[in-house]
């Protein structure tokens, strides 16, 4: 069977998954208080309902219009817990669980108080997903109806859902094997361009980016260096193929390190965190910094939140007699949009509107949520700096690229980013079935909308070429270079 999604083949390259998350004025509000919760919380953008019982039980529901499920059950939480979990308005609450600190956070999801749980919802209703087995017609349909109801917006691409969606189920029946609903959904999901939608199938994934990311560039690279087919036949790819190509893999990474370090001194003291997640140097008065994930920190938010602080203090205490300094997130696939935040206020002295975001509920939006970068309080950088991105400046890194768009200081450089803003809205039937799609949209300050586009760059280089790489030439630095006259 030929792979409609070949970069799922490599388990050695994964996007990060993208589940979050700013940091806004935090709203006033009151502790959270197990009498004060009690009852039945819903969240419809997302499809989901919280119900907290007088024991301080939690139960999590997720649903569409047709279904109803068990997603999770929490036994006696603490005030202490919930504190982490969630932060409480009158007749509502954010859930910042997964989007940082409550004093630190992304936008989370917003509950509002309702009188009953969804009739889909009551015991007697429930899906049971113990017992689920499902015939790939069935799943087919599921995934259809969940995008239908939660995608952020089918006219973003031209597809008419309904035709697209009844054309590919004809050709699906109760005896369609799995192989062949992989197929029929790298079909489904092609035309939607979006890196944020998926579905794995007994662990196999189908996903379908909008451009391609430097890990595909390479593997084409590869394939055609090898007279390989393109795209990839599984059947056909080795143990042989699979080792060659993560050695090219790695080779490829490398010789982009090199041709970046090869612009600083013998004595130059390169520095970096957690393996090089964040890597930085100072040559001549100018700084660079590499920044390769937003995640990845630490498991809890906020030992994440400490360590960017404690990184990023002093990587602005190393530029402190810079005149200028290159953000390279080129290679960004993404994490957490609260660590994006975080990064971003130490490089800015004044509050900034860095981006709103909003979600798909029924046939419109919820309310826009603005989010506001306040200045680090040990010190920021505020002279010239320039930001290298590519298409493969993912997700997460392209909410720190919307963001840094808006301070009057920052020059992009490079590709315009993914365009893949949303956070990844997952639907966990089981160990044998998860579906992802994106249902938000992330706005500049100026209201406009960047999905499937990108951020805008004001200088336009490509991502380095193959013939650049053994040429030991990076064009994105040559280009900072020359607008600084160096």
Known sequence: MKSIVPVCLLSSIALVGCNDNYKTKPPESANPVASKLTGVWQSPAYGETIRVDQENNIFVYRHIDEMCWLDDQLETVSNEQLNDLLKLGTNSFELIDGYGTADFHAPGNKFTRVSTLPTSCLSDNLLNLEDLELSSDEIFSLITKIYEQHYVDFSLHDVDWQTHTSALQATLDEDTTIEELHVKLGELLGPLKDGHNAVTIGGNEVRVFNKDLYSTVFIKEFVIDNSLEWPINSDEWTQVNQEQWEAYFSEQLQMIVS???????????????????????????????????????????????????????????????????????????????????????????????????????????????????????????????????????????????????????????????????SDALEWNFNDELVIELSNERYLSKEEIWYEGKGVPVDIMVNFPSKQNRIDGVDPGLEAVLSELGL
């Open 259 to 421: 041709n970046i370090t090869s612009l600083t001194s013998e004595d130059t003291n390169i520095k970096n965190l957690n393996d090089g997640l964040i890597w930085w140097y100072v040559e001549d008065n100018i700084g660079y910094i590499n920044i390769s994930a937003m995640t990845g920190y630490a498991e809890a938010p906020q030992d994440a939140i400490n360590i960017v602080n404690e990184t990023m203090q002093e990587v602005i205490q190393d530029n402190q007699n810079s005149e200028a300094l290159i953000i390279d997130v080129r290679q960004n696939l993404g994490g957490s949009d609260f660590i994006s935040l975080a990064i971003a206020r130490f490089f800015t002295d004044s509050i900034i509107h860095g981006y709103s975001k909003q979600a798909r509920l029924d046939n419109g939006f919820t309310e826009l949520t603005p989010v506001y970068i306040e200045p680090s309080e040990t010190g920021s950088f505020t002279k010239p700096i320039y930001l290298l991105t590519s298409n493969s400046t993912v997700s997460a890194a392209e909410i720190f690229t919307l963001s840094m768009s808006e301070f009057e200081h920052v020059t992009i450089v490079g590709e315009r980013s993914q365009g893949a803003f």
